[in-house]
Nanobody
Framework: QVRLEESGGGLVQAGDSLKLSCEAS????????MGWFRQAPGKEREFVAA????????FYGDSVKGRFAISRGNAQNLIYLQMNSLKADDTAIYYC??????????????WGQGTQVTVAS
C-alpha cells in the first residue's frame, strides 16, 4: 500500500500564494496518476487537480483553473500543487490521492491525511 504525506498548508492572506507537497512512500508513483482534492467544513469533497502518470496530461477543477498548477518534482515520489491568487473560498483541508495506473479516473486508490489551508479575507 502506498502511503502519502501532504505538507505546506498554513494560514495566508487572500491574494497570496502557497505550495503544497505530497510525498509518497515509494518512487513507483512516478508512473501513477496523482491528484489533489479538498474538503471545506460542511461541504462535499471537491476535485482540485490531477496529473497523469507520464505527466503529459493535467486536469483542474473549474474553481481553480488558471490559479493552481499541479506538477511532479524531480524526485520521483513528489507531487506539488502551486496555488496562486488564493481566495477565502479556497479554505479547506487538501488531500493528495493516487491511482494505480497512468490514467486519472478521479476515484483515488490511496490517500494522504490532508493538510489544512486557511485563507483570510
Amino acid at each position: 500500500q502506498v502511503r502519502l504525506e501532504e505538507s505546506g498548508g498554513g494560514l495566508v492572506q487572500a491574494g497570496d500564494s502557497l505550495k503544497l507537497s505530497c510525498e509518497a512512500s515509494t518512487p513507483t508513483v512516478s508512473s501513477y496518476a496523482m491528484g489533489w482534492f479538498r474538503q471545506a467544513p460542511g461541504k462535499e469533497r471537491e476535485f482540485v487537480a490531477a496529473i497523469s502518470g507520464t505527466g503529459s496530461n493535467t486536469f483542474y477543477g473549474d474553481s481553480v483553473k488558471g490559479r493552481f498548477a499541479i506538477s511532479r518534482g524531480n524526485a520521483q515520489n513528489l507531487i506539488y500543487l502551486q496555488m496562486n491568487s488564493l481566495k477565502a473560498d479556497d479554505t479547506a483541508i487538501y488531500y493528495c490521492a493516487g491511482e494505480y495506473g497512468d490514467k486519472w479516473y478521479g476515484l483515488g486508490d490511496y490517500w494522504g491525511q490532508g493538510t489544512q489551508v486557511t485563507v483570510a479575507s
